[in-house]
């Protein structure tokens, strides 16, 4: 079993709609978890941070985190092609990072 | 401020061959990371240093894998003799503090390899 699991997608919707991302992990010592944005020919990019349970909000972003189900989600509300990218969950272990597989997200203008 | 620098971007070779990738930090980052990333997966942890100490090479492939980091800022990861299997991104990520959970690592834009 992988220590992140992470749908890989791809995922297709159409501009403003509101994408839900997930990621199940199964080390209940991890604390840190991060989203990552990778687009195409790029080296990935934090697009948030999180050590808690509960949501963190971010603009059109909200990042989520379950530690009881050891789930956590990124929400992205009024989607835009420009969010057309990878996102990657990652969780931190001592400076370590356990990416999870990407999902690939096309935003449909 | 300048990101973490990476050259070449491509690069094509025949398997046997040898090949080099370099890494420069954003200035002042004392730690630097070398991460693997295969068609649709994940990057993954190869070798971490600290300054230019290597701290976690648990995941190098030692047998034809090397890194090095001399004077604690640049670094080149060889990889002798490639196999068909290297083809890959090869990334390479810096980070202010000593491994740190909560410290952010900033991607440069990756070496891709392909091996023929």
């Known amino acids: 079993q992988k220590e992140v699991e992470q749908d890989p997608g791809p995922l297709s919707v159409p501009e403003g709609a509101i994408v839900s991302l997930n990621c199940t992990y199964s080390?209940?010592?991890?604390?840190?978890f991060m989203w990552y944005r990778q687009y195409s020919r790029k080296g990935p990019e934090l697009l948030m941070y999180?050590?808690?349970?509960g949501n963190k909000e971010d603009g059109r972003f909200t990042a989520q985190v379950d530690k009881s189900s050891k789930y956590i989600s990124l929400f992205i509300r009024d989607s835009q092609p420009s969010d057309s990218a990878t996102y990657l969950c990652?969780?931190?272990?001592?400076?370590?990072?356990?990416f999870g597989q990407g999902t690939e997200l096309s935003v449909k203008p | 401020e300048a990101g973490v620098v990476q050259s070449p971007r491509y690069k094509i070779i025949e398997k046997k061959q040898p090949v080099a990738f370099w890494c420069n930090p954003i200035?002042?980052?004392?730690?630097l990371y070398w991460y693997r990333q295969n068609l649709g997966q994940g990057p993954e942890l190869l070798i971490r240093?600290?300054?230019?100490?290597?701290?976690?090479d648990s995941q190098l492939p030692k047998d034809r894998f090397s890194a090095e980091r001399l004077k604690g800022v640049d670094s080149t990861l060889k990889i002798q003799p490639a196999e068909l299997g290297d083809s890959a991104v090869y990334l390479c990520?810096?980070?202010?503090?000593?491994?740190?959970?909560?410290?952010?690592?900033?991607f440069g834009p990756g070496t891709r390899l392909t091996v023929l």
């Open positions: 200035s002042g980052h004392n730690t």
């Open positions: 999180t050590y808690s349970s």
């Open positions: 240093y600290e300054n230019e100490e290597a701290v976690d």
């Open positions: 990652a969780l931190n272990q001592g400076g370590k990072l356990i």
């Open positions: 990520a810096s980070s202010s503090r000593r491994s740190s959970s909560t410290d952010t690592q900033y």
């Open positions: 080390n209940s010592a991890f604390q840190y």
